[in-house]
Nanobody, 114 residues
Framework: QVQVVESGGGLVQPGGSLKLSCTVT???????INWYRQAPAKEREFVAS???????DYADSVKGRFTASRANAENTVYLQMDSLKPEDTAAYYC?????????WGQGTQVTVSS
């Protein structure tokens, strides 16, 4: 019954910004929510982890440029992406581990190009 839905991707020029959203339904939203991304010909990589409370964790490649947050009342997490670079181009996925299962969204494409 857990459903994970991402949105907000698109095409942006280098240096631009995008804000991704992830809404998770079917549970109490009491677990870490995570962002991963996967570029063509590359392994899926960790981007950010958003705890229920406290400071999010970030991959070194996005520190200082991306900001993750959550709105628990709406079961939604966000990924504000600033100063985007071409190497940020990837499909971005929202992920949660809950009661022994992995739940992934379908992904939202972010393309950074001039």
């Amino acid at each position: 019954q857990v459903q994970v839905v991402e949105s907000g991707g698109g095409l942006v020029q280098p240096g631009g910004s995008l804000k991704l959203s992830c809404t998770v339904t079917g549970f109490s939203f009491s677990r870490d929510i995570n962002w991963y991304r996967q570029a063509p010909a590359k392994e899926r990589e960790f981007v950010a982890s958003v705890p229920v409370e406290g400071v999010p964790d970030y991959a070194d490649s996005v520190k200082g440029r991306f900001t993750a947050s959550r709105a628990n009342a709406e079961n939604t997490v966000y990924l504000q992406m600033d100063s985007l670079k071409p190497e940020d181009t990837a499909a971005y996925y929202c992920y949660v581990f809950y009661r022994g299962y992995n739940y992934w969204g379908q992904g939202t494409q972010v393309t950074v190009s001039s």
